[in-house]
């Protein structure tokens, strides 16, 4: 539900940054506007908060599902079968 939010939300700013770069006087100032108002803080608010998502990713595919502590413990050289008594 919070990512079709967060689209929902990018879009609106995209809209809003291209009705401003639409009113610039200059073709070139309502492209920078586009650009520089719309497109690099929204790539940059989308890639902050899909990186949880791309960790969670990144770890099913290497079979790390987290929950700390659930990791076995090495067995310690006394516990070694057939060692001094």
Not at 61 to 66: A, L, P, S, T
């Amino acid at each position: 539900m919070e990512d079709i939010v967060l689209y929902i939300v990018a879009v609106a700013w995209l809209y809003v940054t291209l009705l401003m770069a639409v009113a610039e006087r200059n073709v070139v100032a309502g492209v920078m506007t586009f650009l520089l108002y719309g497109m690099g803080p929204i790539a940059l608010v989308l890639w902050l908060f899909g990186s949880p998502r791309r960790r969670r990713s990144r770890n099913v595919e290497r079979g790390e599902f987290g929950g700390g502590g659930e990791t076995a413990a090495a067995p310690g050289p006394d516990s070694s079968p057939g060692g001094p008594p």
